[in-house]
């Protein structure tokens, strides 16, 4: 080949060069584009799970102070009594009584016998309720509810409560 036609050829094998660069470039940039989309996706994924476990963090945690508020000197059997009389419905307990206390798994579960007479509808939702947000680890083991024979709109409950405890 000489010189002229050498000349003549280069600018077009420029040009065909710079489009081959070009498109290599797009392909390149496309890939990109699909790696960041991708790594987006996962940051959003993760973000959830992030928060998923924030918040179940914030439910151990208040689970925690909870068995440590459930340490202190009183039986269950005396935070039972004080729920009830914060209620007013000393008068309507028919049975209390502490149960045996077992060791599960690193806690102490200590349970209570509670019986009832005559209670209305609203006094039981007051007493779960008091039960369920006290401070110590409180929960309803056992619940059982009948209506009263000789008045139909009082409530006959019998639940064993349980108290846990770290140790």
Do not use: C
């Amino acid at each position: 080949m000489n010189r002229d036609s050498i000349k003549r050829i280069a600018p077009f094998l420029l040009v065909a060069i710079l489009v081959w660069l070009g498109f290599q470039s797009m392909d390149s940039l496309e890939t990109l584009h699909k790696k960041e989309a991708a790594r987006r996706l996962a940051l959003k994924e993760l973000t959830v799970e992030a928060e998923t476990l924030m918040s179940m963090d914030a439910v151990m945690d208040s689970y925690s102070k909870r068995l440590d508020r459930s340490e202190s000197d009183k039986g269950l059997v005396s935070v039972l009594e004080g729920i009830i009389s914060r209620l007013a419905i000393q008068g309507y307990v028919k049975k209390l009584t502490p149960g045996e206390s077992k060791r599960i798994h690193g806690f102490v579960e200590s349970i209570a016998e509670v019986k009832f007479e005559r209670l209305d509808l609203n006094q039981v939702v007051n007493l779960l309720y008091r039960i369920k947000n006290h401070p110590a680890f409180l929960s309803v083991k056992r619940f059982k509810i009948k209506s009263d024979f000789q008045e139909p709109d009082k409530l006959n409950v019998s639940m064993t409560v349980r108290l846990i405890r770290s140790g």
